[in-house]
T-cell receptor, first 113, second 108 residues
Framework: DGGITQSPKYLFRKEGQNVTLSCEQN?????MYWYRQDPGQGLRLIYY???????QKGDIAEGYSVSREKKESFPLTVTSAQKNPTAFYLC????????????FGSGTQLSVL | EDQVTQSPEALRLQEGESSSLNCSYT??????LFWYRQDPGKGPEFLFT???AGEEKEKERLKATLTKKESFLHITAPKPEDSATYLC?????????FGTGTRLTIIP
């Protein structure tokens, strides 16, 4: 089945540690996105990529980094510079055309130890 | 910048009791209005896209409608499995603004 796979489901970060969240898609979509979801807030865009080897900052990129070396993969690194990393992280890809829409992964819950 | 507001924040309905969820926004213009369903601990699942005022789309017990300044998600004779958080978003491509969602609970 086509879809987006995020791993791990749960992740714990220690003080000063960088952690990487995985996102893989087999939908053949060019555009991929990372969102952060906090209780009581709408989804906020961290980074997006419209094509391999290119990515752009979203609204809350500080403390995060990404890479897009393959069409299928868009990993997100939460660096030690992100002082409030506890959140639910969602990866998405976008189908373009007449029925343009986002497909989301199942999310990663990141917590601080 | 578009502001997207969803109401109510939470809604509890008896099974079979129909109701509507609201999504209002501040910026007019040609851009999509998207509805998603999100179950606890999972990613949002696409429901509908609307583009033009007057447009309506239906899926099972759900119907989404659109005016110039708001969208409604009507739920008819809901069942317990319709319990979820319903998110709306407005925009285009990476310029999507999400609302905070309506948490819907259907009581058997």
């Amino acid at each position: 089945d086509g879809g987006i796979t995020q791993s791990p489901k749960y992740l714990f970060r220690k003080e000063g540690q960088n952690v990487t969240l995985s996102c893989e898609q087999n939908l053949n979509h060019d555009a991929m996105y990372w969102y952060r979801q906090d209780p009581g807030q709408g989804l906020r865009l961290i980074y997006y990529s419209q094509i391999v080897n290119d990515f752009q900052k979203g609204d809350i990129a500080e403390g995060y980094s990404v890479s897009r070396e393959k069409k299928e993969s868009f990993p997100l690194t939460v660096t030690s510079a992100q002082k409030n990393p506890t959140a639910f992280y969602l990866c998405a890809s976008r189908r373009t055309g007449a029925n343009e829409k986002l497909f989301f992964g199942s999310g990663t819950q990141l917590s601080v130890l | 910048e578009d502001q997207v507001t969803q109401s109510p924040e939470a809604l509890r309905l008896q099974e079979g009791e129909s109701s509507s969820l609201n999504c209002s926004y501040t910026v007019s213009g040609l851009r999509g209005l998207f509805w998603y369903r999100q179950d606890p601990g999972k990613g949002p699942e696409f429901l509908f896209t609307l583009y033009s005022a007057g447009e309506e789309k239906e899926k099972e017990r759900l119907k989404a409608t659109l005016t110039k300044k708001e969208s409604f998600l009507h739920i008819t004779a809901p069942k317990p499995e319709d319990s979820a958080t319903y998110l709306c978003a407005r925009g285009i491509r990476e310029k999507l603004t999400f609302g905070t969602g309506t948490r819907l609970t259907i009581i058997p």
